[in-house]
């Protein structure tokens, strides 16, 4: 068995979807639309793992959740980026294009070498190596 993907309501999905593009080299299929239900997504594929699908509807609450505190289901995913130095100047480049850095880079208790942003819906990602 494997995680096939994960999921994440947006407002704004072409700006999200071009996040993930730029940032973290996803490739993306054209966009899915439903509507009877407004609803739209796109799937992202990386170099391999688990892909992410952004959905966009209306009548979605926005997450009364404080970003900075947590809380109890999904609080982050991870994107293996593959060197302590990829770590470094993707989280440099993110700091400089103006995204929140939550954690700078270092090494966690567990081995993980990793720092943690937040993308432009505020939902956390670790970048390990």
Do not use: C
């Not at 407004?38 to 688990?50: H, I, P, R």
């Not at 979605?60 to 970003?67: G, H, L, N």
């Not at 900075?68 to 100047?89: D, R, T, W």
């Amino acid at each position: 068995m494997h995680i096939e993907h994960i999921a994440i309501w947006t407002k704004d999905l072409e700006n999200l979807k071009n996040f993930y593009q730029k940032y973290f080299n996803a490739t993306s299929n054209e966009i899915y639309h439903n509507p009877t239900k407004g609803f739209n997504s796109y799937f992202l594929s990386f170099e391999k793992g688990a892909r992410l699908e952004l959905m966009q509807m209306p009548n979605i609450p926005t997450s009364k959740d404080d970003i900075y505190e947590q809380f109890m289901g999904l609080i982050h995913f991870a994107i293996s980026v593959g060197s302590k130095e990829k770590v470094n100047n993707l989280t440099e480049i993110l700091r400089n294009d103006g995204f929140e850095i939550i954690s700078e880079p270092r090494t966690t208790g567990d081995g993980y070498y990793e720092s943690v942003v937040l993308d432009p819906d505020k939902n956390r990602i670790e970048i390990v190596a």
